[in-house]
């Protein structure tokens, strides 16, 4: 299995602002994902964050709304730039070393007023 | 494409009674099928996964589900519900061919066990 820690756990940001998420695992892995669950939702994947080139996005997402790095095989952050209310949701890191053995972090809890 | 589809978005059901969570899928492949509970306020924890092999799965707390091929379905069941079992479920699904490992998630279900 793979520990996974997300700071801040929860924010309150205002419009125009940006916000950067770190998601920390305690082991090596080869996949991070980072997921958004607007309220009441389900999961929508944002993108897939790539060791050592750029991150693969999903339809709907766009690097300079999302920008994403992944240093190494246990780190990576999300920033959401120019927020928006719309931005409000919890925004999730995961991990997996195949595609059947995921792992989800707590989730970063954001408000933007 | 692929897709999942939770046909309940809540299921209101009384403590020590049986309950099924319903979902169905699409894809055109092969695929890894799960399931995951979060619990107010909490991440996401995986209850159960069909890779390959025997169709009935068994997961933590009592849950099981069964892969239906032929109905491209994967039920979550559960004998007898606890307090503690409410919660929102998630089914979702990865494929074999796909860029490793990204999930296609449901809408989700409200499981609400009433004492």
């Known amino acids: 299995s793979a520990v996974i820690s997300q700071k801040p756990s929860r924010d309150i940001c205002q419009r125009g602002t940006s916000l950067t998420i770190q998601c920390q695992v305690d082991s090596q892995v080869t996949m991070m994902f980072w997921y958004r669950q607007q309220p009441g939702q389900s999961l929508t994947l944002i993108a897939t964050a790539n060791q050592g080139s750029e991150a693969t996005y999903e339809s709907g997402f766009v690097i300079d709304k999302f920008p994403i790095s992944r240093p190494n095989l246990t780190f990576s952050t999300l920033t959401v730039s120019n927020m928006s209310p719309e931005d409000s949701s919890i925004y999730l890191c995961?991990?997996?070393?195949?595609?059947?053995?995921?792992?989800f972090g707590p989730g970063t809890r954001l408000t933007v007023t | 494409a692929q897709s999942v589809t939770q046909l309940d978005s809540q299921v209101p059901v009384f403590e020590e009674a049986p309950v099924e969570l319903r979902c169905n899928y699409s894809s055109s492949v092969s695929v890894y099928l799960f399931w995951y509970v979060q619990y107010p306020n909490q991440g996401l924890q995986l209850l159960l996964k069909?890779?390959?092999?025997?169709?009935l799965v068994k997961g933590i707390n009592g849950f099981e589900a069964e892969f239906n091929k032929s109905q491209t379905s994967f039920h979550l069941r559960k004998p007898s519900v606890h307090i503690s079992d409410t919660a929102e479920y998630f089914c979702a699904v990865s494929d074999f061919s796909n860029q490793g490992g990204k999930l296609i998630f449901g809408q989700g279900t409200e499981l609400s066990v009433k004492p």
């Open positions: 995961s991990c997996g070393r195949s595609p059947y053995e995921q792992y």
């Open positions: 069909y890779l390959s092999g025997s169709t």
